[in-house]
């Protein structure tokens, strides 16, 4: 069974991708891997952050009144 991982868990995978690119001492493919898994991580959580822009944008402007805000997690 495959759980769909929060926000906050690939923001921490990406943390460690990145300190552990940081380091240096990755062999290149190695590192090659961890860069391309980062990068579809960034695209994720930009992804998440642009939908929870517009989900607020949108409960912000209905009629100037407070709503209930849905989230869901794609």
Do not use: W
């Not at 898994?37 to 409960?59: I, N, R």
């Amino acid at each position: 069974m495959s759980e769909t991982k929060t926000f906050e868990d690939k923001l921490q995978q990406l943390e460690g991708i990145v300190s552990e690119l940081e380091k240096g001492d990755r062999p290149l493919e190695t590192a090659l891997a961890d860069f391309q898994t980062g990068v579809g991580l960034v695209k994720e959580l930009q992804g998440t952050l642009k939908h929870a822009e517009e989900t607020l944008a949108k409960v912000m402007s209905d009629d100037d009144k407070l709503t209930d805000l849905e989230l869901t997690n794609d």
